[in-house]
T-cell receptor, first 113, second 114 residues
Framework: KQEVTQIPAALSVPEGENLVLNCSFT??????LQWFRQDPGKGLTSLLL?????REQTSGRLNASLDKSSGRSTLYIAASQPGDSATYLC????????????FGPGTSLSVIP | NAGVTQTPKFRVLKTGQSMTLLCAQD?????MYWYRQDPGMGLRLIHY???????AKGEVPDGYNVSRLKKQNFLLGLESAAPSQTSVYFC?????????????FGAGSRLTVL
């Protein structure tokens, strides 16, 4: 069964720290992987999309890496800020069709000023 | 830039009541989806649509019905609400299938069934 997990469920760090969020998935034959941000009471906002042929993607202070062989992706946030506080979810696709996207439960990040 | 708009944002129902959630998108997207989000479980696909006039079941379709009479609107209906349907519901849309394209989400609709 294809599953996506994210550990830890919650993380608290002081402002300015670099941090890593983890996403693990079964079945290494993925099509792509997306990282989303969700603010309280809001919808999900796409941050980065990594295709299966890529090893990483970068956007500003965010860097997402993909290691299919180990079934892992990491989201690296540099120089964290209080505004980064949110829940971060990863979503894995094993094909191009609608029902092949599975979301992880998310990691709730708090950046303490 | 409205994107994806969901109404209502909050609703409280009694067991057995019915209601409809409306999702509207102004991006001319073909694909639309309804997800539910429960604590610790991530988002699960309820129903989806690949174009005007089409609907199909997702992972957890029981107790829900959908319709897509217009390309920009995707309605999610609960005919007889149950406490197990207490959740936050998200609508999303995409230009191409979800597995191949970035999803644009609405802000969510929080439903409580007493």
């Amino acid at each position: 069964k294809q599953e996506v997990t994210q550990i830890p469920a919650a993380l608290s760090v002081p402002e300015g720290e670099n941090l890593v969020l983890n996403c693990s998935f079964t079945d290494s034959a993925i099509y792509n992987l997306q990282w989303f941000r969700q603010d309280p009471g809001k919808g999900l906002t796409s941050l980065l999309l990594i295709q299966s042929s890529q090893r990483e993607q970068t956007s500003g202070r965010l860097n997402a890496s993909l290691d299919k062989s180990s079934g892992r992706s990491t989201l690296y946030i540099a120089a964290s800020q209080p505004g980064d506080s949110a829940t971060y979810l990863c979503a894995v696709s094993w094909g191009t069709s609608y029902d092949k996207v599975i979301f992880g439960p998310g990691t709730s990040l708090s950046v303490i000023p | 830039n409205a994107g994806v708009t969901q109404t209502p944002k909050f609703r409280v129902l009694k067991t057995g009541q019915s209601m409809t959630l409306l999702c509207a998108q102004d991006m001319n997207h073909e694909y639309m989806y309804w997800y539910r989000q429960d604590p610790g479980m991530g988002l699960r696909l309820i129903h989806y649509s690949v174009g005007e006039g089409t609907t199909a079941k997702g992972e957890v379709p029981d107790g829900y019905n959908v319709s897509r009479l217009k390309k920009q609107n995707f309605l999610l209906g609960l005919e007889s609400a149950a406490p197990s349907q207490t959740s936050v519901y998200f609508c999303a849309s995409s230009l191409r299938p979800a597995g191949a394209n970035v999803l644009t989400f609405g802000a969510g609709s929080r439903l409580t069934v007493l």
